[in-house]
Each structure stands twice: as C-alpha cells, then as structure tokens.
C-alpha cells in the first residue's frame, strides 16, 4: 500500500491564482481530512469527509472548497489565493472501525507571494 | 470547543536525562493521540490513548492518560540525539474523529 499519496508536494501561486490539491488514499478509509500547519505551529482542521459525497467544515475553512466523489481521492481547492495561505497542507485518513489512528500524508508546501 | 494545550514549548535535554511533556485539553475528549513530526517531514502516529489510566510505552517514550483532570503526559526516558523532534498531542471528537492539536513541543536532545 502507497498509503495517503499528496500532489504536488511544493507550488507557489501569485494572489489571486486557484489550484487543486490532490489527496489519495489505497487503505479503503472511509475518513479523510485536510488539515493545515503555519510555521511553528500544530494543525488546524480544514475540511474532513466521513465518506463519499459528505463533507464537512473544519475550524478554518474559509478560502478553500472540497469534493468527495470517490473513497480514494478528496482534494483541496484554493480559490483566490492569499497569502494567508501560505502553509503546509496535511491530508490524512482513518478508518471508521478499529483503530483510530489518523494516517498522514507527506505534506504540499504553498507559497502565495 | 475543544482547546489542546502542551507545554514546556521548547526542552533542550542532556542525553541520558528524563523529561515529561504535558498535554492539557479543555472539554471531555474520546481519545488522545500523540504525534511525532522530523523536520520538513509529515506526522508519525506514536500512541492512541483510548481510556481513563491508559498507559502505552514504545522504547524510551511512554504516555498516559488521565481524563478526569482532562491531562495526558509523554514521558521520556533516558533520552538520546535520535528523539530530537516535535512533538504533538491531539484531542479526537466521536463525531468524525476529527483531531484538535496542541502547539507542540520542540525537543532538542543534546550529546
């Protein structure tokens, strides 16, 4: 298993510019999550999806939109950019039964100059 | 809402010595997760604690969990260069397992 997969793993975007974050998960999990991190600090949840087709606001999510249509893909999109944004984006998943532990992905690293 | 709070920030050890991190949350939490993060890199899960005295050790590391004062602690063993890292706990929620973190703590673990 590849396990949480994350594209692209580094971007700088110009304000104002939109992308894609790409999330994929090969664990079959039902949960998945975007979280972000600002430097020197924990994470902050953005969106989360407890399944395909339903999703659900985080604690940050104004800025970024997300879709659940498959169990294996969530991406993340940016609209408008700011460089607020600028961040390390996190995706992880988790199973639904058993263990409770949350799987991360290596991370994408956004600049917005 | 849940806040997750962890201190000391910052520890800069002597190989060899102990230290406890301390990881304090606001509101009841289901479980309490405990994350390890190298530089420049992704999370590594560490410990899952599920119940009230729950204690979990791996190596040098062991965590426990006390819900009634809403305190979790990771403490570390005779501490050597390779557990120079970050150091997260998180409060998960039933609803969506979702994760609150804390700050974490910088652990710098000195020759």
């Known amino acids: 298993n590849a396990g949480v997969t994350q594209t692209p793993k580094f971007r700088i975007l110009k304000i104002g510019q939109s992308m894609t974050l790409q999330c994929t998960q090969d664990?079959?999990?039902?949960?998945m999550y975007w979280y972000r991190q600002d430097p020197g600090m924990g994470l902050k949840l953005i969106y989360y999806?407890?399944?395909?087709?339903?999703?659900d606001k985080g604690e940050v999510p104004n800025g970024y939109n997300v879709s659940r249509s498959t169990t294996e893909d969530f991406p993340l999109r940016l609209e408008l950019a700011a460089p607020s944004q600028t961040s390390v984006y996190f995706c992880?998943?988790?199973?639904?039964?058993?263990?409770?532990?949350?799987?991360f992905g290596p991370g994408t690293r956004l600049t917005v100059t | 809402e849940l806040k997750v709070e962890q201190n000391p920030l910052f520890l800069s050890m002597q190989e060899g010595k102990n230290y406890t991190i301390y990881c304090n949350y606001s509101?009841?939490?289901?479980?309490l997760y405990w994350y390890r993060q190298d530089p420049g890199k992704s999370l590594e899960s560490l410990f899952v604690?599920?119940?009230?005295?729950a204690v979990k050790q791996e190596g040098r590391l062991m965590a426990s969990l006390d819900t009634k004062a809403r305190l979790s602690t990771l403490h570390i063993t005779a501490a050597v260069h390779d557990l120079s890292a970050t150091y997260f706990c998180?409060?998960?929620?039933?609803?969506?397992?979702?994760?609150?973190f804390g700050g974490g703590t910088r652990l710098m673990v000195k020759p």
């Open positions: 664990m079959n999990h039902n949960y």
């Open positions: 604690l599920l119940s009230n005295g």
């Open positions: 992880a998943s988790h199973r639904r039964e058993g263990r409770y532990e949350q799987y």
């Open positions: 998180a409060g998960g929620s039933n609803a969506g397992n979702m994760l609150t």
């Open positions: 999806s407890v399944g395909a087709g339903i999703t």
């Open positions: 509101t009841t939490s289901d479980r």
